[in-house]
């Protein structure tokens, strides 16, 4: 299947699911996570509790629409100095939180059922969404081993994902993520632009007017 063919208004009832190619090494798994939504929501509440969402300023000086965190050994920071992955979180100048069970577990299982076996990530991007929020596109560089994939889940509210190419002038298309959808690309996807379009105002059963997304990596 195509990935235009599976386009859908965001106001749309929530379509019959099914795992979708949108690349060569990049894979949809619909609603893999759908069933761990719960405890995965409750762990990051732990997390930011100890380590708060904060919109990040770029190095050009802006703040970030979407808010952040990080778990796991390395968290991700960007500031007027540049972007890097740090073991210690600036705000709190304590480590990140450690990595919960549940969230490599499901990193690895979503991983190997796209085709990466023996993933294990040593971070996790905590994005969350508010209407109006949104991610430009760019490409996931900053890590050390760039072997190993990325594997992005959804929580919450929809909101049309931006594929690309990897060239940023590429014109993305547009694939609706629903909760509990995953996405997984790596090998020669793994440096495609990406992005997400402007948060939707909605409201979810588990999240209310939120969309969090959890992005595990090989960072070291």
């Not at 890097?84 to 190997?112: G, N």
């Amino acid at each position: 299947m195509k990935p235009h063919t599976i386009l859908l208004a965001l106001d749309s009832p929530e379509p019959a699911r099914r795992d979708v190619k949108l690349g060569t090494e990049t894979t949809l798994l619909a609603s893999f996570a759908a069933a761990h939504a719960s405890d995965l929501l409750e762990a990051i509440d732990a997390i930011a509790r100890r380590s708060p969402f904060r919109h990040m300023i770029t190095p050009g000086g802006w703040a970030m629409s979407v808010a952040m965190t990080s778990c796991g050994a390395f968290g991700w920071v960007t500031n007027p100095s540049g972007y890097r992955y740090d073991a210690v979180d600036p705000t709190t100048e304590q480590s990140w939180p450690p990595m919960p069970a549940l969230f490599s577990a499901l990193a690895a299982r979503a991983a190997s059922a796209s085709g990466f076996p023996g993933f294990s990530p040593d971070a996790c991007l905590i994005n969350r969404y508010q209407p109006g929020a949104h991610l430009s596109l760019h490409q996931d560089r900053d890590e050390q081993d760039l072997t190993a994939p990325v594997v992005s889940v959804s929580l919450g509210l929809p909101a049309n994902f931006l594929w690309g190419g990897q060239k940023r002038a590429v014109r993305p298309i547009r694939i609706p993520l629903w909760h509990g959808d995953v996405v997984v690309w790596g090998g020669v996807d793994r440096l495609t632009f990406h992005g997400v379009s402007r948060l939707a105002d909605g409201e979810h059963p588990l999240t209310g007017a939120l969309r969090y997304n959890l992005t595990f990596r090989k960072a070291r």
